[in-house]
Structures are given as structure tokens and as C-alpha cells.
């Protein structure tokens, strides 16, 4: 079965420290996978993918096929950057859906 | 532009009971998602629409039927409210899937559903 993992519920770091938020995800076809943001008293919002290989924010977010993962990776934290992250997988062949994480509460301590 | 559009923001039902939720799409946009958002959880896919049908469907019971209309805004309806419905419902727009943004969706403020 098609599905995300993300195994910490909440990440706390200090400002300037680096940050890494996991996502494991279960799916034996070719995958598409995204990071998806919440900020609070904001809308979910898209906050990068990995076919487009950018950075967005001082995040990276790396595809590895043979782990199955798409770690959110930033090497200096930032305040502004405390919020919900949520990893999600396209399955191509799920007709139109993304299978979603529980998602990791970020926070960045001053 | 003012992106995805949902109403109401809050409302509070009994057991029972029967709610309709409406959401208006990002300007061009023709395809409107429907997601469940439990506390602590992430979003649960519920179902697509797409020229006026329903394309795909996520693991819900039949009580969840929804709508598109030729403007592309949606309703999505549950019926038979149960404790267990309580919850935040977002809406999700998005170009047609297959083209080079799929998987980009953009979401509404969500509708956040009491079920009492």
C-alpha cells in the first residue's frame, strides 16, 4: 500500500542550528514527492518538489529512491521558519490523489 | 485573485444532522479536491472533481457525496453526521492533472466542522 511516514511529531532546534525533517514513504512505482507547509494562521501551502531540484527558503529536499525517503534538510534555522510541515507522495498511478503525512510541528527556539 | 475560497469557516451540527460545505477555485483552475483534516492528522483525500464529475474517490462512505459546478466551484455534503466527522475540511484547486503542476494544489482556509 501507498504510504508516507513521518516519524517525528514535533522538531524543536535552535535559530542558526541546522534542520532535518524525515519522510519515508512506501510505493514501488516511480514517485513524485512534495513538501507542503503550513505557517500559523496560514493556509497549507506548497513548499517545494522534487522534480523541480530547487530550493525554496533555504530548504532542500533530496529524493532517494533506494531508502525511500525525502528528507527536508535547511543548514541554518530560522525563527520564521516554526510551522507544520507535511510530506506528500504522488503515486502515478493513484489517479489523482496525493497520500499525505501526519505531518511534523516545527519549531525554532531564539 | 483571491485563491481558493471556502465557506462557511466554522460551523457546529448535531448527530444526525446533514451538512453542505462550498469552495470556489483559484482563478483558472478546474479541478477542486476535497480533503478531511482530523486533528493532529494530515489531510485524508476524499474526492476530485473534474468536468462536473466525480474522477476519483478516497476511502469514504457514500454519506460524503459532493458536486461541480460549470463555474467549477464545488459543495461537498455529508449526511448522517457523526462524532466522528468533526473535523477541518479543505478544498484544493489545481490545474488539470497530467500537466507539468500536478500535484501542486492549492488550498482554501478549510472548513471546520463540530459535530455535537
Known amino acids: 500500500a501507498q504510504r508516507v511516514t513521518q516519524p517525528e511529531k514535533l522538531l524543536s532546534v535552535f535559530k542558526g542550528a541546522p534542520v532535518e525533517l524525515k519522510c519515508n514513504y512506501s510505493?514501488?512505482?516511480?514517485?513524485?514527492l512534495f513538501w507542503y507547509v503550513q505557517y500559523s494562521r496560514q493556509r497549507l501551502q506548497l513548499l517545494l518538489r522534487?522534480?523541480?531540484?530547487?530550493s525554496i527558503k533555504g530548504f532542500t529536499a533530496d529524493l532517494n529512491k533506494g531508502e525511500t525517503s525525502f528528507h527536508l534538510k535547511k543548514p541554518f534555522a530560522q525563527e520564521e521558519d516554526s510551522a507544520m510541515y507535511y510530506c506528500a507522495l504522488n503515486a502515478m498511478d493513484s489517479n489523482y490523489q496525493l497520500i499525505w503525512g501526519a505531518g511534523t510541528k516545527l519549531i525554532i527556539k531564539p | 485573485d483571491a485563491g481558493v475560497t471556502q465557506s462557511p469557516t466554522h460551523l457546529i451540527k448535531t448527530r444526525g444532522q446533514q451538512v453542505t460545505l462550498r469552495c470556489s477555485p483559484k482563478?483558472?483552475?478546474?479541478?477542486v479536491s476535497w480533503y478531511q483534516q482530523a486533528l493532529g492528522q494530515g489531510p485524508q483525500f476524499i474526492f476530485q472533481y473534474y468536468e462536473e464529475e466525480e474522477r476519483q474517490r478516497g476511502n469514504f462512505p457514500d454519506r460524503f457525496s459532493g458536486h461541480q459546478f460549470p463555474n467549477y466551484s464545488s459543495e461537498l455534503n455529508v449526511n448522517a453526521l457523526l462524532l466522528g466527522d468533526s473535523a477541518l475540511y479543505l478544498c484544493?484547486?489545481?490545474?488539470?492533472?497530467?500537466?507539468?503542476?500536478?500535484?501542486?494544489?492549492?488550498f482554501g482556509e478549510g472548513s471546520r466542522l463540530t459535530v455535537l
Open positions: 482563478s483558472g483552475h478546474d479541478t
Open positions: 522534487h522534480i523541480s531540484r530547487e
Open positions: 484544493a484547486s489545481s490545474s488539470p492533472w497530467g500537466r507539468r503542476f500536478a500535484g501542486e494544489l492549492f
Open positions: 510505493y514501488s512505482g516511480s514517485p513524485e
